[in-house]
């Protein structure tokens, strides 16, 4: 079964430090993204990536950046943590030009900076 | 950047009943996807809708690509208790971008 792992489900950090999160898929996908997901604000999109090395911005990059130095690997980096980077984070991969499947997301990591 | 307007933003309904959500935008799309979020998990593709007019069907679950290529409709007979979730549309672009654009979703209640 094709699977986006994402390496934590809980986290609790706390201000200022600097924190990693891991997502790995075996799907061979071009393609990862990152979103943030807040109640009533929906999926938001935080950093992508075409390919090995390559990323691009979302709409929400503040705060945020990401490394991809392996296909199968996309890791969001937050710099500083901050209390209102306390979210709900998903991973998500496709093909490129998409195929059928459109994405596959991650189980997603409950982030809590105090 | 782009925006799907999606609706209602929430619903509480009696297990047996039938369920109707829907999304509109501005934007023309070639591509409708659906969603459903399972409390605590990612989002899990339902549907996906390739065609204007396009109408599929997934046990329960029937979603309409609309005529205009601006909207899409899901709709879910007979709720279950286990239909609880967030449902979210998306949407993807004529120009071909690999992005997605995101309805901020449906939360759906389901009372036993």
């Known amino acids: 079964d094709v699977k986006v792992t994402q390496s934590s489900r809980y986290l609790v950090k706390r201000t200022g430090e600097k924190v990693f999160l891991e997502c790995v898929q075996d799907?061979?996908?071009?393609?990862m993204f990152w979103y943030r997901q807040d109640p009533g604000l929906g999926l938001r999109l935080i950093y992508f990536?075409?390919?090995?090395?390559?990323?691009e911005k979302g709409d929400i990059p503040e705060g945020y950046s990401v490394s991809r130095e392996k296909k199968e690997r996309f890791s969001l980096i937050l710099e500083s943590a901050s209390t209102n980077q306390t979210s709900m984070y998903l991973c998500?991969?496709?093909?490129?030009?998409?195929?059928?499947?459109?994405?596959?997301f991650g189980s997603g990591t409950r982030l809590t900076v105090v | 950047g782009q925006q799907l307007n999606q609706s209602p933003q929430s619903m509480f309904i009696q297990e047996g009943e039938d369920v109707s959500m829907n999304c509109t935008s501005s934007?023309?799309?070639?591509?409708w996807l659906w969603y459903k979020q399972d409390p605590g998990e990612g989002p899990v593709l339902l549907i996906a809708?390739?065609?204007?007019?396009e109408l599929t069907s997934n046990g329960r679950l029937t979603a309409q690509f609309g005529i205009t290529r601006k909207d899409s409709f899901l709709n879910i007979s007979a709720s279950i208790p286990s239909d609880v979730g967030i449902y979210f549309c998306?949407?993807?672009?004529?120009?071909?971008?690999?992005?997605?654009?995101f309805g901020k979703g449906t939360k759906l209640t389901v009372n036993p």
């Open positions: 998500a991969s496709t093909t490129r030009g998409w195929g059928a499947a459109g994405y596959t």
């Open positions: 799907m061979d996908h071009e393609n």
């Open positions: 990536s075409y390919d090995v090395k390559m990323k």
């Open positions: 934007s023309i799309f070639n591509t």
């Open positions: 809708l390739y065609k204007a007019g």
């Open positions: 998306a949407g993807r672009t004529q120009g071909g971008s690999e992005k997605l654009v």
